[in-house]
């Protein structure tokens, strides 16, 4: 009999055990601004503070909501929001130019639950292209609206539209005509600003979102990773979610967030792992950028192969970082 309660009593802590661990309630925000080139010296000590500021608004922003209860989608949208209104980054104001002379907008966001996602590619007229995105998941029988059909389908859902000049910014308007003097293909420096968001929410689901205005000088209507759900967005509640920034078209032909998930599934690499790789793939290939993720247990991926990335994380344990460089 008193081993019996002895037995009993272990298996009570155990259960207690599992629920403290399994069942706490963890959440966690993982969140990027763009990878690129960067360097400390070239970059005044305002111009880091601004970005940590805003990167620290969006994650504050972002672990009120979860605290308060708040789903996982809703937290992206928000989170991305901040930054997509932010002219600092290359998302929604602030956005770079393409070669002739306009902004042209993708994001993109997936549910790790259902599988559910929705994109949009090449606006120019909705503030807030992630929240197109999600019109487009949860109120469409599409996945993937582009251009003028894009526009017409975000206004009829009475999102915010605005004429193209709101997404003008001297700096990357700047960026285009340097590189238009230079008749380079690419530039290097500027493009980097795309944002990035991957939450766990309390409930355990995982959402991803991302959200760009591609590459300067774009042209011919390119499109990169971004929208592309596999590619530049992925999320699956069995393994991880994932957002990307970096040269799009390494990206897509990698099916870079897609392959970090199966890396997970099929090789059961840790999600660090998993991105670690998939990088590997990137550099191998000469591309260069960057990518966040976290799993189901809260675990977060922060790699890039260029010399900086914004970014930070928060976690329901109370840890909390915002960084750039690659120290
Ligand atoms: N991935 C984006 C694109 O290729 C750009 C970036 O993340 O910097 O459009």
Do not use: W
């Not at 937290?75 to 002379?101: Q, W, Y």
């Not at 999102?159 to 340097?178: A, G, I, P, W």
């Not at 690499?269 to 189901?296: F, M, P, S, W, Y």
């Amino acid at each position: 009999m008193k081993l019996r309660n002895i037995f009993l009593t272990l298996l009570f802590a155990c259960l207690i055990g599992i629920y403290q661990s399994d069942g706490q309630q963890k959440y966690a925000i993982v969140i990027h601004g763009g990878a690129g080139v960067m360097s400390k010296s070239k970059m005044t000590d305002e111009h880091q503070q601004a970005y940590l500021v805003t990167l620290d608004q969006a994650l504050t922003k972002g672990e009120q909501m979860l605290q308060a209860g708040a789903a996982c989608t809703d937290v992206v949208l928000e989170v991305i929001r901040i930054m997509e209104d932010s002219p600092l980054f290359n998302a929604g104001k602030g956005a770079v130019f393409t070669h002739n002379g306009v902004n042209e907008l993708d994001a993109s966001i997936m549910e790790g639950k259902t599988l559910n996602a929705g994109a949009v590619a090449g606006v120019k007229d909705i503030k807030n292209p992630i929240f197109a995105a999600r019109e487009v998941m949860d109120h469409s029988v599409h996945v993937f609206l582009s251009g003028k059909g894009a526009s017409q389908f975000a206004k009829k859902q009475g999102l915010e539209m605005v004429d193209n000049k709101y997404f003008f910014t001297e700096r990357r308007y700047n960026s285009l005509q340097k590189l238009l003097k230079k008749e380079r293909g690419r530039q290097e420096k500027d493009n980097h600003g795309t944002v990035g968001c991957v939450v766990l929410d309390q409930e355990g689901n995982i959402c991803a979102g991302t959200s760009t205005g591609g590459m300067t000088n774009k042209k011919f209507g390119r499109i990169g990773d971004t929208p592309v759900i596999g590619a530049g967005t992925y999320a699956n509640n069995k393994t991880c979610g994932v957002s990307c920034t970096g040269h799009g078209e390494y990206y897509i032909r990698l099916s870079f967030a897609r392959d970090i998930s199966a890396l997970m599934e099929y090789q059961g690499l840790t999600v660090k792992e998993a991105c670690q790789e998939e990088i590997r793939k990137l550099t191998e290939l000469n591309g260069t950028g960057g990518v966040i993720a976290l799993d189901k247990q809260g675990n977060i991926a922060m790699e890039f192969n260029t010399t900086g990335m914004f970014r930070g994380f928060v976690k329901s344990t109370g840890e909390k970082e915002v960084a750039i460089f690659n120290d």
